[in-house]
C-alpha cells in the first residue's frame, strides 16, 4: 500500500498539474481549449472526458504492453481510445445531450488529442498499470484545469454568467455595462491561453530563483 502512494507515485500525479503541464508547458491539445471554452460547462465535460480516456487508456496499454508487437503499437493504441471515446460519447449524449451537442465533433476528435498518444508512448508502455493511472489522471486534470480557466473568463466577461447563471447583476446593465462579445470569439481564446501560459511559466521561474 505504501508503495502504491510512494513520493515518485505522487509526483508522476502532481507533475502534470503544474510543473509538466501539457497545455501550459508542453503545449499540446490546444485546438480543443481553444473549441470548447466559450462557456464554462463544455469546458468542464470535456476536461472530465479526457481525463477519463486518458487514465484508462494508460492502464489498458501499460497491462498488455508486453504483448504488443512493436511495429503494430500505434494501431493497438489508436484501437483503445477509439473504444474509450466511443463509450464516453455515447455516455454524454444519453446523460448530458445538451452539453454533447455543444461539444459537438471535439469529443470525437479525442482520438488524435496529442496528450493521449504521448502519454501512451512516452509512459504507458513502459511503466506499470498503477503507474500509468496516476499519469493519465494527473495529465487529464492538468488539461482540464487550464480549460475551465479559460472557459470561466470567457463565459463571465463575454455573457455575465457562469455554468448558464447569470451572475452580473441586472442593475449593471441598466447602468449601460456590456457584455464583451470578443470573449466569445476564438480568437479571444487563443490570447486568453497565451496569457495563462505566460503567467504559468513567469511564475514557476520566479519559484525556481527563489
Not at 497545455?23 to 473549441?35: D, E, K, N, R, T
Not at 470525437?108 to 504507458?124: D, H, K, Q, S, V
Not at 493511472?133 to 482540464?144: C, M, Q, W
Amino acid at each position: 500500500m505504501s508503495k502504491l502512494f510512494s513520493k515518485e507515485n505522487g509526483e508522476v500525479f502532481s507533475s502534470p498539474l503544474n510543473l509538466n503541464n501539457p497545455i501550459a508547458v508542453q503545449v499540446l491539445g490546444i485546438c480543443s481549449a481553444l473549441a470548447v471554452t466559450s462557456q464554462m460547462e463544455p469546458a468542464i465535460v470535456m476536461g472530465l472526458s479526457v481525463t477519463v480516456i486518458t487514465a484508462f487508456s494508460n492502464l489498458i496499454i501499460s497491462l498488455i504492453r508486453k504483448t504488443i508487437p512493436n511495429r503494430i503499437r500505434i494501431i493497438v493504441q489508436l484501437v483503445v481510445v477509439a473504444a474509450l471515446v466511443t463509450i464516453v460519447s455515447m455516455v454524454l449524449k444519453a446523460f448530458a445531450y445538451d452539453v454533447s451537442v455543444q461539444l459537438s465533433v471535439y469529443v470525437g476528435l479525442i482520438i488524435t488529442n496529442c496528450i493521449l498518444m504521448g502519454r501512451l508512448e512516452a509512459f504507458a508502455m513502459m511503466n506499470g498499470p498503477w503507474e500509468s493511472f496516476l499519469d493519465g489522471i494527473g495529465n487529464g486534470l492538468g488539461y482540464a484545469f487550464v480549460l475551465v480557466i479559460v472557459g470561466t473568463v470567457r463565459e463571465f466577461f463575454g455573457n455575465g454568467s457562469l455554468m448558464g447563471f447569470q451572475i452580473i447583476p441586472q442593475s449593471f446593465y441598466d447602468m449601460g455595462y456590456m457584455n464583451n462579445g470578443m470573449m466569445t470569439m476564438p480568437a479571444m481564446a487563443l490570447i486568453l491561453l497565451g496569457c495563462f501560459i505566460w503567467a504559468h511559466r513567469a511564475y514557476n521561474e520566479r519559484k525556481e530563483k527563489k
